[in-house]
């Protein structure tokens, strides 16, 4: 299920990362409500960073 709705996005147009950290979430206000606008993740098999700014962000996390 979880491939099935990560490849759907990536023909919509979307960027998917797989054995991400997140180490930075932005943020803005808007109308005294905070909101999410991107994060600052680093691959965790390569060492790139990369910096995103979406309209919708899904995140599943697994504590090891």
């Given at each position: 299920m979880c491939?099935?709705?990560a490849l759907t996005a990536?023909?919509?147009g979307a960027n998917v990362a797989n054995h991400?950290?997140?180490l930075?979430?932005?943020k803005?206000?808007?109308d005294?409500?905070?909101?999410l606008c991107g994060a600052k993740a680093k691959d965790r098999l390569t060492g790139?960073?990369?910096f995103n700014t979406e309209m919708c962000t899904v995140s599943y996390g697994h504590k090891s």
């Open positions: 491939i099935a709705i990536v023909r919509l991400a950290e997140v930075e979430l932005n803005y206000t808007s005294g409500k905070l909101v790139v960073f990369c």
